[in-house]
């Protein structure tokens, strides 16, 4: 893992050396905060869950804006190959790549902590449904993040992995549009798939296994792809 380990050091470096960091942060905060607070005071209710049901559709334009690059940058400008012969394994990229941007949502997911102090200064928040819901939404900007490294690991193309991992993304969040118009026999899977009702379902407070399972098991299927992915070219 010390190989993993300084690539991510590597990655946090480059994005908070470029203004990408500074402006999917900025940009995410005061669309997301306009829209929350917005509903909020028509609601005029203290609690979270407004953010939590937006985030899902705003994590489907940032989170691949964050990841693109990671190995699609790599792979067109020909450095991938020279970072594989040095002592590092295929696997120790992925997860340093994936380590870099998940670290970097986490700081912009705890930077709106802000949103909940707002929240507790004017009603009675309740804590444990928020506290709930940001570990969710902690988990599902993990899951978000491993799609956008397997979408940059499958291009040479920084834009096509980004409209790779939008449309992964999305396809995962639109499947909680889509339960009721589906055959009643599908309609448990596709609830299952729906990326948003386990960040709602944990959102209420309750932190099921389940539902953690769920962020974590897409997490390593994406990651082993990626890894997959990058080894396929030894075998040409």
Same mark, same amino acid.
């Given at each position: 893992?010390?190989?993993?380990?300084?690539?991510?050091? $590597?990655? /946090?470096?480059?994005?908070?050396?470029?203004?990408?960091?500074?402006?999917?942060?900025?940009?995410?905060?005061?669309?997301?905060?306009?829209?929350?607070?917005?509903?909020?005071?028509?609601?005029?209710?203290?609690?979270?869950?407004?953010?939590?049901?937006?985030?899902? =559709?705003?994590?489907?334009?940032?989170?691949?804006?964050?990841?693109?690059?990671?190995?699609? !940058? !790599?792979?067109?400008?020909?450095?991938?190959?020279?970072?594989?012969?040095?002592?590092?394994?295929?696997?120790?990229?992925? #997860?340093?790549?994936?380590?870099?941007?998940?670290?970097?949502?986490?700081?912009?997911?705890?930077?709106?902590?802000?949103?909940?102090?707002?929240?507790?200064?004017?009603?009675?928040?309740?804590?444990?449904?928020?506290?709930?819901?940001?570990?969710?939404?902690?988990?599902?900007?993990? &899951?978000?993040? &491993?799609?956008?490294?397997?979408?940059?690991?499958?291009?040479?193309?920084? =834009?096509?992995?980004? =409209?790779?991992?939008?449309? /992964?993304?999305?396809?995962?969040?639109?499947?909680?549009?889509? #339960?009721?118009?589906?055959?009643? &026999?599908?309609?448990?899977? #596709?609830?299952?798939?729906?990326?948003?009702?386990?960040?709602?379902?944990?959102? $209420?407070? #309750?932190?099921?296994? $389940?539902?953690?399972?769920?962020?974590?098991?897409?997490?390593?299927?994406?990651?082993?792809? &990626?890894?997959?992915?990058?080894?396929?070219?030894?075998?040409?």
């Amino acid at each position: 893992m010390t190989a993993a380990w300084a690539i991510t050091k $590597r990655e /946090i470096r480059t994005y908070f050396n470029s203004p990408v960091a500074y402006i999917v942060a900025t940009v995410y905060m005061i669309l997301v905060g306009f829209f929350f607070f917005t509903g909020l005071f028509m609601e005029k209710q203290a609690e979270m869950r407004g953010y939590f049901g937006l985030t899902p =559709i705003f994590f489907c334009f940032i989170v691949p804006a964050i990841t693109m690059r990671l190995l699609a !940058e !790599e792979k067109g400008s020909g450095t991938l190959e020279l970072l594989i012969t040095m002592p590092v394994r295929d696997w120790e990229v992925v #997860v340093g790549k994936f380590l870099a941007a998940f670290g970097l949502i986490v700081a912009i997911v705890a930077a709106t902590g802000v949103y909940a102090l707002t929240v507790a200064s004017v009603g009675d928040l309740d804590k444990g449904p928020a506290f709930a819901g940001y570990v969710s939404l902690t988990l599902m900007g993990g &899951a978000y993040a &491993a799609i956008g490294v397997m979408a940059s690991a499958f291009t040479r193309n920084q =834009i096509v992995a980004f =409209i790779l991992a939008f449309g /992964i993304s999305f396809g995962l969040f639109i499947f909680g549009s889509i #339960v009721q118009v589906m055959p009643e &026999a599908l309609q448990p899977l #596709v609830a299952f798939l729906a990326i948003g009702e386990h960040l709602q379902s944990m959102a $209420r407070g #309750v932190i099921d296994t $389940r539902d953690v399972l769920y962020y974590l098991s897409i997490i390593a299927v994406c990651l082993v792809v &990626a890894t997959v992915t990058l080894e396929s070219r030894k075998w040409r």
